[in-house]
């Protein structure tokens, strides 16, 4: 980092009310010193960043732990890929004015959950299809062992899991692995 352009971040976050600013200057070790001040959002500001220091930036920081928002100088497609693949938020060219980090980082920070409530919805939008899939392997097993109609077998499963208290998805787990145990 610039010595002259960290610490007018610096500055600018403090005006901002930052409560804590700390620099580190180094990649080697970010890891390690990022987990020691578990910092709430993480700002990145380089000439030009390198592949070595996005595998750094990944490697400190998971996609989903924090916001992070990397000013560079220059322009660079792939870099700009790997940078938003590294788990960055807010990915600015050209841009570090004093005025402009308390924006950028607010916009990191909105980015960041929001790309934090679509992964919510993509695990959840998985965890429903693969109950869905169990359930209907489950239909399955019961319309060929007991000769029910598709919704017999439906009625069956709810009924079961309502009497056991229990989810209907988890009473078709337990029917699949029930099933798989027997051949």
């Known amino acids: 980092m610039d010595p002259e352009r960290g610490e007018e971040i610096v500055s600018a976050l403090r005006e901002a009310g930052a409560g804590r600013v700390t620099r580190v200057e180094a990649t080697a070790g970010l890891d390690r010193r990022l987990a020691e001040v578990a910092p709430d959002i993480v700002l990145v500001d380089l000439e030009h960043p390198s592949r070595d220091m996005l ?3 990944t490697l400190a920081t998971e996609p989903t732990a924090r916001p ?3 000013f560079v100088d220059r322009s660079d497609r792939a ?3 790997a940078a938003i693949d590294a788990g960055v938020s807010a990915y600015v060219v050209d841009g570090l004015r004093a005025d402009r980090v308390k924006p950028v980082l607010d916009m ?3 980015r960041f959950h929001s790309v934090g409530r679509l992964r919510a919805e ?3 939008t998985r965890a429903a299809l693969a109950e869905r899939k169990t359930i209907d ?3 399955g097993i019961l319309m060929k062992a007991r000769g029910l109609s598709e919704d017999e077998a439906y009625a069956l499963l709810r009924k079961t899991a309502m009497d056991q208290g229990r989810r209907v998805a988890e009473v ?3 029917l699949v ?3 798989g145990l027997l051949g």
């Open 122 to 124: 993509l695990e959840a």
């Open 177 to 179: 692995s029930a099933a």
């Open 137 to 139: 392997r489950a239909k």
């Open 68 to 70: 992070v928002a990397m």
């Open 79 to 81: 870099l700009m890929q």
């Open 55 to 57: 595998d750094a930036l």
């Open 172 to 174: 078709a787990e337990s």
């Open 108 to 110: 990191a920070i909105a």
